[in-house]
């Protein structure tokens, strides 16, 4: 696959993405016992159980965004890496990736949510910063996804985690939009916890 369409696949974002472009094994729809993906938690059980609301990174996405909108009519398959339109439609792509819209609704809320971790800053084994991101490989094996499927986390207490373990991390949500070299994120927390993914919604 080459650099444009890895791109597009990357812009996608979500179980898309993850189906297409994985490193590894991709995560499924959430379950009760599989929450990467799918339907998260009611606010009303999370009210239930005075704890953050579990929520999945379908819902950091605005319903009405469509980001293959603007490419729909092209046909990837005809334009080679070396094909000078091609660099222009990446720019493009990763332009419309990292202005990617947040979801509104979720700033400021207290949630809960499993990814994947892209360390940014990283001492004696414990990471400081890094980003979340929805699939296996996002940000290190394959292009970002948009904006709005990476959040940035800084652990107020660092994590003793490595670069692609599974973790969930709780704290308040803000849509702040953040550039790093690993890629550009449309979310930020300050992590009250970083834990161990144990495939389930405990």
Known sequence: MNALRSTFFALLGTTVAAAALAAGPAPEATTATNPLGGKGASAKTADAAKGPRQITWEELVPKDWDPAKAFKD??????????PRANELLLKMQEVSNNAPTNPELNGQNVRLPGFIVPLEENKGEV????LVPYFGACIHTPPPPANQILHVRPKTPAKFRAMDTVWVSGKLVAQRNDSMMGTSGYSMTADAVTKYTGGAK
């Open 128 to 131: 400081s910063e890094f980003l």
């Open 74 to 83: 092209i046909d990837l398959s005809k334009l080679d890496d070396a094909d």
